[in-house]
């Protein structure tokens, strides 16, 4: 026999092989997971854009998953979103059947080293994220808090700024504009989720709120908000304005107009790197390796479903901006290991 055909007859065992793991691997993930019941693991009480997104995802993830398992919500609010990401990292099955929809960033808690953190935000295993969500902070339009410079100059009656906890987006626009330009805040700390913030908005508990662009043009009360002009967007977070916020600056707009000092400009980045999270789905650091692939697929294939999108578009859950499991991947290993000049400046900009 001639070494090519030597070659081409490895060639063929080689492939061969490959076909035969790979048929395996598939019968042995169907085998898994037909007959399981899936949870996906949501950070927020029911109502606001991270349930609808995990919801919208149980009504289609399944049918892309070998075995075709049922999926279940399962909301877990608290503690900043604390709760249901330790839980995830911890306590929760390492088998593939516990999906968790963390905070966009919940990482800062980690690099802040907050000590009830109990996980490495980038040895979670990444399935993907649907959107880019960078944020806006908005007040009541009856309020004294018109303008970022109203925020700076009412200093004995700051504004009360309402926050679920140390991830979120309020609370990370409020410290660094304290930082930035020298805004003044009350920071209301504790509510389980947006709704409830939504709620002390109206009621007049707090007079302003910082949150994800998207939801802010898709859902209730907003929706209705924006018509009656009951609210005043200040700021948003993203490089360049949103077209539906032409008339609102930037942080960079605004950190440049204040002269802010550089080192703090580039600390801002890092921590409104949360935007390029926007709600992402992950498993823990323990699902094997085959599983996670699988699972990664699932997700990318029912976020091309056309349903799903029209159902997205229905709900105004748009634009869909997705982002690959290995690109979240990456960005959550970069975010999680940062040298000790960031780390310093993000415990001095978020006060920890």
């Known amino acids: 026999m001639t070494k090519r055909a030597i070659y081409q007859s490895i060639l063929v065992l080689l492939l061969a092989g490959f076909l035969l793991m790979s048929f395996v691997g598939q019968a042995a993930a169907k085998d898994f997971y037909e007959g399981k019941t899936i949870r996906i693991l949501v950070c927020c009480s029911p109502g606001g854009f991270y349930d609808r997104w995990s919801r919208l995802f149980a009504r289609y993830l399944g049918k892309y998953i070998p075995g075709e398992p049922d999926i279940i919500v399962q909301n877990m609010p608290g503690a900043g979103g604390l709760i249901v990401t330790n839980y995830a990292y911890k306590v929760a099955k390492q088998d593939g059947t516990a999906i968790v929809a963390p905070l966009g960033g919940q990482y800062l808690d980690q690099v802040a080293g907050r000590k009830e953190v109990l996980f490495d935000f980038g040895k979670f295993q990444w399935l993907g994220t649907q959107e880019v969500a960078h944020s806006v902070l908005f007040c009541r339009k009856d309020s004294k808090f018109q303008s970022v410079e109203d925020l700076i100059k009412n200093k004995k009656e700051p504004a009360k700024l309402g926050n679920t906890g140390t991830s979120g987006s309020s609370y990370f626009i409020g410290k660094v504009l304290e930082k930035a330009v020298g805004a003044n805040f009350n920071f209301v700390m504790g509510y389980p989720g947006g709704s409830e913030i939504d709620l002390a908005v109206e009621r007049g508990e707090v007079a302003c709120r910082g949150m994800t662009i998207p939801p802010h043009f898709g859902r209730e009360p907003y929706l209705t908000w924006h018509k009656t002009n009951f609210i005043t967007q200040l700021i948003q977070t993203g490089s360049e304005r949103d077209s539906r916020m032409k008339d609102v600056p930037t942080l960079g707009e605004v950190m440049e107009k204040y002269k802010t000092p550089q080192e703090i400009r580039s600390i801002a980045k890092v921590i409104f790197a949360s935007g390029d999270f926007g709600r992402p789905l992950g498993v823990g650091p323990g699902v094997p ?53 960031v780390v310093d400046g993000v415990k001095a900009i978020l006060g920890r």
Do not use: W
């Open 289 to 341: 390796a085959d599983r996670v692939k699988l699972l990664r697929t699932a997700y990318a294939k029912a976020l091309a479903d056309p349903q799903l999108l029209a159902e997205a578009e229905k709900g105004r859950m748009t634009p869909v901006i997705p982002a690959s499991g290995e690109k979240v991947q990456k960005l959550a290993e970069f975010v999680s290991n940062q040298p000790k000049e």
